[in-house]
């Protein structure tokens, strides 16, 4: 699978045919990528973990998976995938477009349930795994039934596919407990949001702090002050890894020079960008492209 396809900050690429948004990948890291750093999208996504186990963030909050565990992306949550020490983790991606599940006129089922989700006015469960939830097995029979019915796509596999989706939806929200509340920190969400944005659409340019701070309608000492405690990182090594991540994906898809990926990559002094992707990577960018192509 091609990570530059599957992988994008705020993703736009339309998955699966446009009439039925729903679509499935199957992943490995770090065979096919090493990281999927975070980002959001409009669409939902389930992460189904197969075998080994990784490192998941959701809102910006780290979460330790394995084998069998089921995570549940809603529109908008920033998310990320990490490899964990050096174990390799597979997964089935599902990512599926929220039209699936209503229809374009007043709809009572998005109204009363959905539009909770998209708008974050209520806190779902997002990883369910057998030890801790109750009604796991449930959840894992509803996609493992959509997954049995892509292997062959029979006539009106659409129709099988949605009742899935329902009944995952309808387990879910009659778990709910009473006093669901809304998401926190969403304000601070919704910020941080930004801030990745403007680094996808501008990583490869100059940005520095004076420039984010603006953007926020921070002063630069709150903002380095608000993005560390979130991101628990300062923002110029965040900036610096996003770069790093941009430039691996550059030396597997493209035959272009490492002194030409560097400069693609944002980083305009090639010695620093050497002993930079050589500490994260444990190796130089000649040797990374050798052993992963």
Same mark, same amino acid.
């Given at each position: 699978? #091609?990570?530059?396809?599957?992988?994008?900050?705020e993703?736009?690429?339309?998955?699966?045919? =446009?009439?039925?948004?729903?679509?499935?990948?199957?992943?490995?890291?770090? /065979? =096919?990528?090493t990281s999927v750093p975070t980002h959001w999208h409009n669409? *939902?996504?389930?992460?189904?973990?197969k075998k080994g186990a990784g490192i998941i963030s959701l809102d910006l909050d780290y979460h330790h998976v394995k084998s069998g565990d089921i995570i549940l992306i809603v529109p908008g949550?920033?998310?990320?995938?990490?490899?964990k020490d050096n174990e390799t983790m597979e997964y089935e991606n599902i990512i599926f477009? @929220?039209?699936?599940?209503?229809?374009?006129?007043? =709809?009572?089922? *998005? #109204?009363?349930?959905?539009?909770s989700l998209t708008k974050r006015t209520v806190q779902v469960p997002t990883i369910f795994n057998a030890s801790t939830c109750s009604y796991y097995c449930d959840i894992a029979k509803c996609i493992d039934s959509a997954d049995e019915i892509c292997k062959t796509f029979p006539h009106g596999y659409q129709l099988a596919i949605k009742s899935y989706l329902f009944q995952m939806f309808y387990i879910i929200f009659t778990n709910l407990p009473k006093d669901t509340t809304?998401?926190?920190?969403?304000?601070? /969400?919704?910020?941080?949001?930004?801030?990745?944005? *403007?680094?996808? #659409?501008?990583?490869?340019?100059?940005i520095t702090i004076e420039d984010m701070a603006r953007l926020c309608d921070f002063s630069q000492s709150h903002f380095m002050k608000f993005f560390k405690n979130n991101m628990e990182v300062s923002f110029i090594?965040?900036? #610096?890894? *996003?770069? /790093?991540?941009?430039?691996?994906?550059?030396?597997?898809?493209?035959?272009? @020079?490492?002194i030409a990926i560097a400069m693609e990559s944002g980083f305009d002094n090639l010695s620093y960008f050497n002993r930079l992707f050589k500490k994260k990577y444990e190796m130089t960018p000649s040797e990374f492209r050798r052993q992963y192509m």
């Open positions: 699978m #091609n990570i530059l396809e599957y992988e994008n900050y993703e736009k690429k339309a998955h699966g045919d =446009d009439s039925f948004p729903y679509i499935t990948y199957l992943c490995t890291i770090p /065979l =096919d990528f669409e *939902y996504e389930i992460i189904y973990i949550q920033l998310h990320s995938i990490e490899q477009g @929220s039209e699936i599940l209503t229809s374009k006129h007043n =709809d009572f089922c *998005y #109204n009363h349930f959905f539009s809304p998401v926190k920190r969403k304000k601070s /969400l919704d910020k941080m949001k930004l801030i990745i944005k *403007y680094v996808e #659409n501008n990583y490869a340019d100059n090594e965040y900036l #610096n890894n *996003y770069r /790093l991540t941009m430039a691996s994906r550059l030396l597997l898809s493209s035959s272009s @020079s490492i």
